[in-house]
């Protein structure tokens, strides 16, 4: 008996529990008695989403009463599926870089075992080139020589950033080559002949894409035969994967090709030697990070007509590097500029406008023969003028002196021989300018060439004038803002007389 009374016992308390559920969401404020409440009619609910699809694994997404928070439902979202649009060029899904590898490839270890060297000996890579990253654990470091020569059906390639070692002739003959997607990290330079990317004339033009893990495009990557150096890839597109970790472009990486616009990344940091010399290039956009153009950079780029280098942190414009760029009109170098290397300029015929930003060191020959530049100004910054830095710059009609730190030029130094326009040039010694290194503009004995001064003016507050500045030098007319007196204290070396005496109070022209 007491245990048929303990089962309706549980049985009730069961009861009323169901009920309380039975009564379900209640509008708590409805004045209602809790047994009079009725329930919830989930009129209007909210996806929450428990967690998202993937490429390959499927989500899960809640609905929740906005009145009561109940849990209505569950719904389950399919899977994305991968997404291998641009598989063509770099090989990869967009959305999970699920690498698509070519069939057929094989795999050989290096011979201390710590990855794969990978080859096509069978020729069943398809028509799209894609390499992996590893196999059977380890990674594939290394492509073998001429691992895919002559596959004329080839039209794309996708080199990963495990590799280390391209070597000769892996894709030489492919002469249906149409993009390359190369993201090796740090892969070895390529020296003399290598055959890489050799084609025939009659090969397509290709489309590069830099992957975002290349650190480091290696010297002579575009660049495979010395020899018969006419047979160039034809690059008509430079692209940058987004966040591209690139710090460098080796030697001679991207010589004699025929792209035309080139955006270079913010994390560049150098451009190599030769790195687009005889190129096609017409515009190029340099990134903030970029420190150094190196030693015939951008040789003979004969299409390039401005560049804005004014927003990066460049320090170094070696020697040669736009040498003669003949239609180059226009260049801003930023404030934080060290160095001009010698010849760096050399026979840029058209060259009107130049900011040498905060140039300290200007090399020998640097803006020889830059016949169309009208207007200079040395920069407080500098220190170093080499010699005939702006040799045969028949066009000058204005040169402003702001240097504070000029140090004295070499005898002979040429640095402004046969510069000048036929009217003469107007010379202006600027506010805040203490003294005039020696030889400033003196040239050579051969008084014929030297610079013709149509006007001198002198700032209020030079202190002096060093040997020689002026020796051999035409001064048609100077001027000076003070004072006699405060010229007389003005203490003028040997070898200045052509200054004359000066018109005194005059303003600057």
């Not at 020998?364 to 016949?371: I, L, V």
Request: hydrophobic share 40%; charged share 20%; with cysteine.
């Amino acid at each position: 008996m007491k245990e048929r009374k303990y089962i309706l016992s549980v049985a009730a308390a069961v009861a009323a529990a169901l009920s309380i559920f039975a009564v379900g969401c209640s509008d708590k404020n409805d004045g209602k008695k809790p047994n009079d409440t009725q329930p919830c009619a989930h009129a209007s609910v909210t996806a929450q989403s428990i967690h998202t699809p993937d490429c390959t694994n499927d989500g899960l997404t809640a609905y929740v009463c906005d009145k009561c928070h109940e849990k209505v439902r569950e719904e389950v979202v399919p899977a994305d599926g991968h997404d291998y649009s641009a598989a063509e060029v770099t090989g990869k899904c967009v959305t999970c870089e699920d690498v698509i590898c070519s069939p057929g490839m094989t795999y050989s270890l290096t011979a201390d075992g710590r990855g794969y060297i990978v080859s096509d000996p069978a020729k069943q890579c398809g028509d799209n080139v894609v390499i992996p990253e590893y196999h059977d654990g380890k990674p594939v470091v290394e492509i073998a020589s001429d691992a895919f020569n002559g596959r004329a059906n080839v039209k794309s390639a996708s080199i990963p950033k495990t590799i280390e070692t391209i070597n000769v002739g892996v894709f030489n003959g492919c002469t249906g080559l149409e993009k390359v997607y190369y993201n090796a990290e740090n892969a070895a330079d390529f020296r003399g002949i290598n055959w890489v990317f050799y084609c025939s004339k009659d090969a397509p033009e290709l489309s590069v894409t830099i992957g975002k893990n290349c650190k480091r495009i290696p010297a002579r990557l575009f660049y495979p035969h010395n020899a018969y150096s006419d047979i160039i890839p034809k690059i008509k597109s430079l692209a940058f994967e987004s966040g591209t970790k690139l710090e460098e472009i080796g030697e001679y990486a991207f010589y004699k090709t025929n792209m035309t616009d080139v955006t270079l990344p913010d994390s560049l940091k150098i451009i190599g030697a030769h790195a687009f010399e005889s190129s096609s290039v017409t515009a190029v956009v340099f990134g903030a990070a970029l420190e150094t153009v190196g030693a015939h950079a951008f040789d003979y780029c004969n299409g390039l007509t401005e560049i804005d280098m004014s927003a990066t942190a460049l320090k170094s414009v070696e020697d040669s590097a736009f040498r003669n760029c003949g239609e180059l009109a226009d260049v801003v170098l930023p404030t934080c500029l060290e160095t001009v290397g010698t010849k760096a300029f050399y026979n840029c015929v058209k060259l009107g406008e130049l900011s040498l930003g905060g140039a300290k060191h200007i090399g020998d020959e640097a803006f020889y023969g830059c016949s169309s530049l009208g207007s200079l100004t040395l920069p407080r910054s500098l220190v170093d003028l080499g010699c005939s830095a702006f040799e045969a710059c028949s066009g000058l009609t204005e040169i402003t002196v702001e240097a504070e730190s000029l140090g004295a030029l070499d005898a002979g130094n040429r640095a402004f021989f046969g510069s000048g326009a036929d009217g003469g040039v107007k010379v202006v010694i600027a506010d805040g300018v203490r003294a005039l290194p020696e030889r400033l503009f003196f040239s050579t004995a051969d008084t014929e060439n030297n610079i013709r001064i149509s006007r001198l003016y002198i700032c209020r507050g030079l202190e002096r004038i060093g040997k020689n500045a002026f020796r051999g030098v035409t001064v048609d007319a100077a001027d000076f803002a003070g004072t006699a007196a405060e010229y007389a204290l003005i203490e003028i070396a040997e070898g200045n007389g052509a200054i004359g005496a000066p018109n005194f109070g005059a303003g600057r022209a």
